[in-house]
């Protein structure tokens, strides 16, 4: 293996490469506020508007291990320029779609494209930095994670007031025209360019692989992101029919493995790799109670209070300021305090979200904006103390050449726990409403109670493996060695 040489353009490659990163996950919220806007504009129903974001969400959720693979196997630097390519492309069609329909299919393309994007972020981070400088980078990645979930709703708010109606949520979609245009131009320069190698994509690229998991992970996300229009009701087989898929899949990837054949997803990132399991668990519980709160919140402040979308964003952004400067913090102290930041996160997290349930509660319904805002502060600080020290600490036993495929896994189980977690909030947030009578802040209090036991669910999950870290770090050069060789055995 060649020695490391740091690439001199790494820190401006990555600022290139989180703007789109950015985008890509901004979208999985942005269009909420645009939704009422959208209906009137297209004259449709509701039932059809909401596969504007659920395609969305869908198609990310189903690409990413694959294109984290083809990111692997094909080049980073060519994967991510074509998925940017093709993320502006189907922007710009969903902006100037003229039908319900043609909207829904672009919404349906930019999710592929940005789930084709979203690993090739991690695999760069893999391969450009290293030691502290990964860390630091994660940081960054972490920030943008955390602040594209939680400033959708805000930005969304501010297009649609400013473009107005009828045509301001096209917008919502146009912005990423020339912010896309130009990330690309950078990347040309930037981004560094691979050794050429010949690639034969029927060996080296798991198309059996990549159909078993599609239909898996559809299995799961289908019924949920269906689940106001009784998703759950109509498609619990789907639940079933994902777990048959999911065995078969990894029945067919260790087959591969055997033969010497390249997997989509080696088992073995689970099995053998230290803290890549456990990490993958508390990212996909922390997103099952993290990313359902933007909906519940959105619920309460304009259904419930009569807020407008720009009002209803703006109260929820203490959230998002205090994720993106802790996460910022936390990436520089990843090396001397490891898993300790994201227990200590996630603490913060509940207790933030408990505060929140508790104070709604004692102070008039015209004051709760205001009064959540240091709570929401507090759970921001310490939201950005976990996704970016987990995602370094998840990957940091990767090898390079997986990097990218490990990346799509992560985010998978990340859009999977989001999916679950808006479905199981906004759920409980309905049902509250109408059996107290439409008395919205106990049903707010309710959804963030539930929030809160996810992610003390997740932080369970994080003292194991804080506990687990510290019996590696005590074993011997050769008890670490023995220990490799069973799991390999075992996996």
């Not at 790494?10 to 645009?34: C, E, K, P, Q, Y």
């Not at 198309?207 to 229009?229: D, N, R, T, Y």
């Not at 010497?260 to 922390?286: E, I, K, N």
């Not at 996630?346 to 004692?362: M, N």
Request: charged share 10%.
């Amino acid at each position: 293996m060649s020695e490391y040489q740091p690439d001199p353009k790494r820190w401006r490659a990555l600022a290139v490469t989180l703007t789109a990163g950015f985008m890509s996950l901004l979208d999985v919220s942005i269009v909420n506020t645009a939704l009422p806007s959208i209906e009137r504009d297209l004259n449709t129903g509701s039932g059809v508007i909401q596969w504007v974001v659920s395609g969305y969400a869908l198609s990310f959720g189903l690409v990413l291990v694959a294109g984290g693979r083809l990111g692997d196997a094909l080049g980073r630097r060519r994967m991510f320029l074509i998925a940017l390519a093709a993320f502006v492309v189907t922007s710009a069609l969903a902006g100037a779609a003229p039908d319900p329909t043609t909207l829904v299919i672009a919404r349906l393309a930019q999710g592929v494209a940005a789930g084709m994007l979203t690993p090739q972020n991690s695999g760069l981070i893999q391969d450009l930095f290293r030691g502290a400088e990964r860390g630091r980078a994660f940081g960054m990645f972490g920030a943008v994670v955390g602040i594209s979930t939680a400033v959708g709703p805000v930005l969304g708010g501010i297009i649609l007031a400013v473009f107005g109606d009828p045509n301001g949520w096209r917008w919502v979609f146009y912005v990423n025209v020339p912010i896309g245009v130009v990330a690309f131009a950078l990347a040309l320069r930037l981004l560094p360019k691979s050794e050429p190698r010949a690639v034969r994509l029927r060996s080296e690229i798991d198309f059996a692989g990549m159909l078993l998991l599609a239909i898996a992970v559809l299995g799961v996300l289908l019924p949920l992101v269906e689940s106001e229009q009784r998703g759950l009701e109509k498609l619990w087989w789907l639940f079933p029919l994902a777990v048959v898929f999911g065995v078969a899949f990894v029945r067919w990837e260790h087959r591969r493995a055997r033969n010497g054949r390249s997997p989509l997803l080696d088992t073995r990132l689970f099995t053998t790799t230290p803290g890549y399991a456990s990490g993958a668990a508390v990212g996909a519980l922390y997103f099952c109670g993290f990313a359902g709160i933007w909906l519940v919140f959105a619920l309460f402040f304009q259904q419930g209070l009569g807020y407008t979308p720009l009002q209803s964003g703006l109260s929820v952004t203490p959230f998002a300021l205090g994720s993106a400067v802790a996460a910022a913090v936390a990436g520089r102290l990843v090396p001397r305090w490891g898993r300790r930041l994201t227990v200590t996160g996630l603490s913060l997290v509940a207790f933030g979200l408990l505060t929140v349930a508790l104070v709604v509660q004692l102070v008039p319904p015209s004051a709760a904006g205001l009064a959540v805002a240091v709570p929401l502060l507090i759970g921001g600080v310490g939201g950005g103390m976990v996704i970016s020290p987990n995602t370094t600490l998840t990957l940091e036993c990767v090898p390079t050449t997986m990097a990218g495929v490990a990346g799509g896994a992560l985010q998978t189980g990340q859009r999977i726990g989001t999916a679950i977690g808006t479905s199981v909030l906004a759920s409980v947030f309905q049902s509250v409403v109408v059996a107290s009578g439409r008395h919205y802040p106990v049903a707010l209090s309710v959804a963030m109670c539930c929030a809160a036991a996810l992610t003390c669910v997740a932080l369970v999950v994080a003292i194991l493996e804080l506990r687990a870290r510290r019996v590696r770090s005590g074993l011997t050069e050769a008890q670490r060695a023995a220990q490799a060789a069973a799991d390999v055995q075992r996996g």
